[in-house]
């Protein structure tokens, strides 16, 4: 595929920054989009510099309008739609399940699986009409198993890996493939917010890993890009677990 064009949502930190940056190295065209105007065209500068075309578009993925403007953008400025990351997500409020609120499912759920059901719905419309294309949805290792004080978000990403493979049913037969990356912890800000900002309980965290650290952000943005390509033409309707072993136990 000759300089495909990427979407990325959720693209100003952590993952989906990466992955903007490893899709750029690549030499994609790049549509990235996210809520901070500022943030957003400073990233696309860098990745300009790089060489790559990159274009930010402000968009937020519980706004259905937002959403269809975001991709209308993206294929009136290429023509067409290769690759979509729907990487934009929250961790929520870690809380026992008895302790849970309205607020915090609402917000979780609003985010990570409307998100990612609007942003499914209008990528594969122009997909299907392409009869081509490679959608990479962000789940996690908390999508596969359960998480003793993080059930909402344990709740969303399980649903998003339901979305991804039925999505990959609809699209199988038109070339459209649709798969997930489940990361287990990323040494972010997200993974320092899961742990309450203690060293401590990130350590004891990281401990239950199999190989006893964190994963790089870089080391997911590989994986999403093999994803998206032609090197993983047969591979659709999975979720490919990115966790240092966390689920293997």
């Not at 706004?63 to 990487?87: M, Q, Y």
């Not at 990570?112 to 594969?124: F, Q, S």
């Not at 401590?200 to 994986?223: D, M, N, Y």
Request: charged fraction near 20%; hydrophobic fraction near 45%; charge should be neutral.
């Amino acid at each position: 595929m000759d300089h495909p064009v990427v979407l990325i949502t959720g693209a100003l930190t952590g993952i989906g920054r990466a992955t903007a940056f490893a899709f750029a190295r690549d030499g994609a065209r790049l549509v990235i989009s996210g809520r901070r105007d500022d943030a957003g065209e400073a990233l696309a500068g860098e990745l300009r510099q790089l060489g790559a075309e990159a274009h930010y578009i402000r968009a937020d993925v519980r706004s259905e309008a937002d959403v269809s403007h975001l991709i209308d953008s993206a294929v009136g400025r290429f023509g067409r739609l290769d690759i979509a990351v729907n990487n934009a997500g929250i961790e929520g409020q870690s809380a026992p399940v008895t302790e849970q609120s309205t607020a915090n499912f609402e917000a979780t759920f609003a985010t990570n699986v409307l998100g990612t059901v609007l942003a499914l719905k209008y990528e594969m419309r122009v997909m299907l009409k392409q009869r081509s294309g490679s959608i990479v949805n962000l789940s996690s290792a908390a999508g596969k198993v359960g998480m003793a004080g993080a059930s909402v978000y344990v709740a969303s990403k399980h649903a998003v890996e339901g979305l991804t493979k039925s999505a990959a049913l609809e699209g199988a037969a038109a070339g459209v493939r649709v798969n997930a990356v489940a990361p287990g912890p990323v040494a972010t800000d997200m993974l320092d917010r899961f742990t309450g900002g203690s060293e401590q309980v990130k350590a004891g965290f990281l401990a239950t890993i199999p190989v006893k650290r964190s994963a790089t952000v870089e080391e997911i943005a590989r994986t999403i890009v093999f994803l998206g390509s032609d090197q993983a033409r047969y591979l659709t309707g999975q979720s490919l677990a990115v966790d240092g072993g966390y689920t293997a136990q």
